[in-house]
């Protein structure tokens, strides 16, 4: 069923919990490929399937006030990468890699990934996930579009945290590797744990 992804490993989790910095870490030092899920969004969107992402096409229509400015509950049941629309997009593009791959982003499901033994989820802290939106300068990106870009964000933040708290639920509830990321933890120790929890030893 999953033919041609045995040599990819997963790296997924909420916004903010350096998935990104840390595939690359670990790409670089074990000579992988990188395969990052937010880079293609746009490229999937455009290639999805309205009758089988109904939220992606609804979302597609959407003004940006009213994509951000509804209640934080209604954008976390209703984003369209949040309930696994394209991900079979996802699968395709990774099926076949012509060298071993770390697949990174926040479209990474704990129910979707098919090799959950080389996986491993992210869950940052509020305050982990503001500093880190902090530091990319990205704290405001989507806020800004809208008419109220206070209540976007705290609605967009309050969202993220939903998300991340049931990232942290259906890890658990599958026994599946999961990191809280907490402030002062630093780069090279998160490294170094996910390369533990992925078998990527510098043997």
Partial sequence: ????????????????????TIARA????????????????REHAARADPRSCPQLAAFMRMS?????????????ETFHWFRGEGFDLILDDLRDHPKPVIAEGFRLLPALVPQPARAVWLLPTPEFRRAAFDSRGSTWQLAARTTDPPRALAGLL????????????????????AIEVEPGMTETDLTDRVAGLLGLTDA
């Fill in 26 to 41: 670990l790409a670089g030092r074990h000579g992988l490929g990188l395969y990052d899920t937010d880079a293609v969004m």
């Fill in 158 to 177: 309050e969202r993220d945290r939903m998300f991340t708290d049931r990232l942290r639920a259906e890890t658990r509830e599958r026994g599946l590797p």
């Fill in 64 to 76: 940006m006030d009213e994509r951000w400015l509804r209640p934080p509950s209604t954008m976390l």
């Fill in 1 to 20: 069923m999953h033919r041609g992804l045995d040599g990819v490993f997963w790296i997924g989790g909420g916004s903010g919990a350096g998935k990104s």
